[in-house]
């Protein structure tokens, strides 16, 4: 099967009477896409910026009704866009209750094992490390060096320029994972105990350094971490459900 990398040669094509039958489209951008008349039978979107713009099917745009039943199927999620620091402390005790459940049931077997090219357990909790590191360490505590070493760096960073050396090649434990993402939870919980509406308000720079002019407040650093939580629990569960 052809694989297309990196290339913007099919920006603005038409096609007609194609077909697409079994493809698999992986960090593309498919925004102002425009399909009519076409067989979606089966067709499998996952999209984690979804609810930052629309997805019109039939004429009706349906990011609200997935954010509604995403909502509904892993209570507490509704918080993650909270203004509060009541609300984002109920949000983060909600995912963490929802992380320890899937944790602890599932098998040892299956911690490592994944489906095709997405993250497994281990993978994915050595992710949120690295996202509690990227936005609370560096982010709001403004560590100079906030990483720690088993953090899973997402995929392409190395190509868009980040410094990835500080990153262990070898595979941690499953055990020195899940006591580092136990320090890493606490570090949020500590750190929501004691937050007031004017330090969530207070601005920040982007922990990525992307260039833009984006300065997240104090807020914004947390609830993006609760979107990571909520996202990549959604990730496992569904692919645990696979390989099971």
């Given amino acids: 099967m052809t694989t297309y990398s990196r290339t913007s040669e099919f920006e603005g094509a038409t096609f007609v009477k194609a077909s697409f039958k079994g493809a698999t489209l992986r960090f593309s951008d498919v925004s102002g896409v425009t399909m009519r008349a076409v067989d979606v039978d089966g067709l499998d979107i996952d999209s984690h910026d979804l609810f930052f713009g629309h997805l019109y099917v039939n004429g009706v745009d349906v990011v609200p009704f997935v954010d509604a039943e995403l909502n509904r199927q892993f209570p507490g999620r509704e918080l993650q866009k909270s203004q509060t620091p009541e609300g984002l402390r109920e949000g983060w005790v909600a995912v963490q209750a929802a992380w320890a459940t899937t944790v602890a049931d599932t098998p040892r077997e299956l911690v ?133």
Avoid at 122 to 134: E, G, I, N, Y
């Fill in 112 to 244: 490592d094992a994944h489906v095709e090219d997405e993250w497994s357990l281990t993978q994915t909790l050595r992710h949120l490390v690295l996202t509690t590191d990227a936005w609370l360490r560096r982010g709001i505590l403004r560590i100079e060096q906030p990483f720690h070493e088993i953090g899973q760096i997402f995929t392409g960073a190395a190509e868009m320029g980040f410094d990835t050396s500080m990153f262990r090649t070898d595979e941690p434990t499953y055990e020195e994972i899940l006591e580092v993402r136990a320090e890493r939870q606490q570090l949020v919980t500590d750190f929501l105990a004691t937050a007031t509406p004017e330090l969530l308000a207070q601005e920040r720079d982007n922990p990525w350094g992307s260039g833009d002019d984006w300065h997240p407040t104090v807020g914004d650093c947390i609830r993006v971490i609760l979107e990571e939580e909520w996202a990549h629990l959604r990730y496992v569960r569904r692919d645990l459900a696979l390989l099971r």
